[in-house]
């Protein structure tokens, strides 16, 4: 039953994933310990993607979890849930990742409130347990289950952060853009766009990003890069592609839409 489960979750085939540094040699003596990670960056720079690449790499089902300020541990951990018959216990996603020894990966996990977060304790120390208190179950980990997290530093309040008690429970990875040259040759790759528009894309990216904490949270991610690739890829004139993926997601404030359109003529 549970192979039948952990197939359901395998990564089937290999997902592009370009080092950046020595980040898949670190994960892979963490997850020989299954020591649990925290891996921190901007958004859209490829920490998702690294943990699919991981998880084909080492053989291992994955259970992703977008986090979010709703969720309840019953959504981690599971729920009992009416039917015709009665009551039915329902495993929730890191339960089920616990059982099969999937890598289970909570996305942005600081979006969670504190008492969800707590949930994922006894998982990530020597107990490597997980108390299903309405089951009166206590799952032991499978020996193959290891818990990763992703978590962007720049969106942190002091009323949003987790706290030491989860933090000092991971060994911890940074993850930032991917510098010029490796960022252009990925956005080349993912886009289907030839080497020189994807550079100008990048450079772009670069103008913006020295905006961030000048009028933007946030600078263009990787991802939007791709994005305006795959626009200009599908025959979409470059101004509008860039319009579309780079500047109106961005920001809603008319000065610093102007600024980027701005960044965008400079290029194309
Ligand atoms: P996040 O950091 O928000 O989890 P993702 O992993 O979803 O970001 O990355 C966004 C996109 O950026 C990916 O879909 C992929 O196209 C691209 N990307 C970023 N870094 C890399 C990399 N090192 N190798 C391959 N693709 C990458």
């Not at 943990?51 to 019953?74: F, H, Q």
């Not at 504190?114 to 120390?125: F, G």
């Not at 946030?218 to 592609?241: D, H, K, N």
């Amino acid at each position: 039953m549970s192979e039948k489960i952990a197939e359901q979750y395998k990564v089937k085939t290999e997902p592009f994933y370009r080092p950046v540094s020595n980040e898949v040699e670190l994960y892979q003596a963490a997850y020989a310990r299954r020591m649990p990670v925290m891996l921190k960056g901007p958004t859209g720079c490829g920490k998702s993607r690294f943990v699919e690449y991981m998880a084909w790499k080492l053989g291992r089902p994955l259970i992703t979890v977008a986090c979010n300020e709703d969720m309840t541990a019953s959504d981690l951990v599971g729920r009992f849930l009416l039917d015709k018959d009665g009551t039915k216990w329902q495993d929730g996603p890191l339960t089920t990742a616990a059982r099969i020894g999937a890598i289970c990966y909570l996305d942005e996990v600081v979006e969670a409130r504190q008492d969800t977060t707590v949930v994922i304790h006894p998982l990530t120390d020597h107990r490597r347990s997980l108390p299903l208190d309405k089951k009166g179950e206590l799952v032991e980990a499978h020996k193959d289950f290891q818990l990763v997290i992703s978590y962007n530093p720049g969106y942190q309040s002091l009323m949003k952060d987790l706290k030491q008690s989860t933090k000092q429970r991971f060994g911890a990875m940074n993850f930032d853009y991917p510098d010029a040259v490796l960022e252009a040759e990925i956005v080349a790759k993912e886009a289907g766009v030839d080497a020189d528009i994807a550079k100008k894309l990048v450079q772009i990216a670069h103008r913006a990003r020295n905006l961030k904490g000048h009028g933007l949270d946030e600078g263009i991610s990787t991802r939007l890069l791709v994005y305006a690739g795959q626009m200009i890829a599908e025959g979409v004139e470059p101004l509008a592609a860039c319009q579309m993926t780079l500047v109106t997601p961005l920001t809603d404030d008319p000065d610093m839409r102007e600024t980027l359109e701005a960044a965008v003529h400079t290029f194309f």
